[in-house]
C-alpha cells in the first residue's frame, strides 16, 4: 500500500490548512473570512484538529476565536494570545513560547523566533500580545516543515536548520511587512531546505513580492518553489 503524505492547503495569505497522513486537521493562522485571497468555496472549514497562531495581528487570528467555537479544536500560541482569546470566549488554550514543544494531533509542534510584531487593534486602541513567532512541525511519518510565519530574515534561522532539520520552509515573500522573495532565498539558504512554499504575497497590492522573483532567487541553487495558488493543494 502506498504511503499516504502530508497534504498541505494554501487558503491564500497566511493561512495554511495541513491534513496528515494520518487525517488529523491542522490550521495555521485561521483568517478565512475577511480574507479576500481566500476562494469562497474554501471559507467553511469543517471539522479540525488543531489550530496554530504565529501572533495577534487581525489577518492571521482574525477567525479563532469563531473557528475554535465551531470546530471545539484547540488553540496554540503564544501565552499572551492564548490568555486574549481566552478571554474572548475560546475554551480550549495550549499556550507555550519559544523553545517549547507540545506533540498535539500526532504531530511535534515547536515554536521558534520570528521577527515580527504581535497585537490587536479594537477601538480600545492597541492591545500588544507578546512577540511574534513561527513553527516547526514534525510530522511522522512524513516531513519536517519550518513555517515561518510573519518575519523578516535572521541570522538565527540557520540555528533552526541545525536543530530541527526542516525539509520544507514556508515563507513569506510579499515585503514590506515582512521579507521578501530576495530575502527569503537567503532565509532558504541559512535553512539549508531543499523545497519552499511562497506565502503572504498578492493580497493587497502593497505586497508586491512575487513567486517569480522566488524562483529566479532559488531555482538556480537546486531548491524546488512549490507555487501554490490560493485554495490549491500540495501532497508533500
Not at 30 to 45: F, Y
Not at 86 to 109: D, E, I, W
Request: some cysteine.
Amino acid at each position: 500500500m502506498a504511503q499516504m503524505k502530508l497534504a498541505l492547503t494554501w487558503l491564500g495569505h497566511g493561512t495554511f490548512l495541513f491534513t496528515t497522513p494520518q487525517g488529523r486537521r491542522i490550521l495555521v493562522d485561521p483568517w478565512v473570512m475577511g480574507n479576500p485571497a481566500c476562494p469562497p468555496d474554501r471559507k467553511a472549514i469543517g471539522k479540525l484538529d488543531l489550530i496554530l497562531v504565529t501572533h495577534g495581528h487581525s489577518d492571521h487570528a482574525g477567525d479563532a476565536v469563531e473557528i475554535a467555537g465551531a470546530t471545539g479544536a484547540p488553540v496554540v500560541g503564544n501565552f499572551e494570545v492564548c490568555q486574549w482569546l481566552a478571554r474572548q470566549g475560546v475554551q480550549k488554550v495550549l499556550p507555550m513560547n519559544k523553545g517549547g514543544t507540545q506533540v498535539l494531533a500526532g504531530t511535534r509542534v515547536t515554536m521558534v523566533h520570528a521577527l515580527h510584531s504581535s497585537s490587536h487593534i479594537d477601538d480600545g486602541g492597541i492591545t500588544y500580545l507578546g512577540e511574534a513567532a513561527g513553527y516547526v512541525l514534525g510530522f511522522d511519518p512524513g516531513p519536517t516543515v519550518y513555517f515561518a510565519g510573519d518575519t523578516a530574515v535572521f541570522s538565527d534561522m540557520q540555528l533552526i536548520g541545525e536543530l530541527y532539520k526542516p525539509t520544507i520552509a514556508i515563507l513569506p515573500i510579499g515585503d514590506l511587512f515582512t521579507m521578501g522573495p530576495d530575502a527569503a532565498a537567503t532565509a532558504c539558504a541559512l535553512l539549508g531546505v531543499r523545497r519552499v512554499v511562497p506565502m503572504h504575497f498578492g493580497t493587497f497590492p502593497a505586497l508586491t513580492g512575487t513567486e517569480q522573483a522566488l524562483r529566479a532567487r532559488v531555482e538556480p541553487n537546486g531548491i524546488e518553489v512549490i507555487g501554490l495558488k490560493p485554495g490549491q493543494t500540495a501532497e508533500v
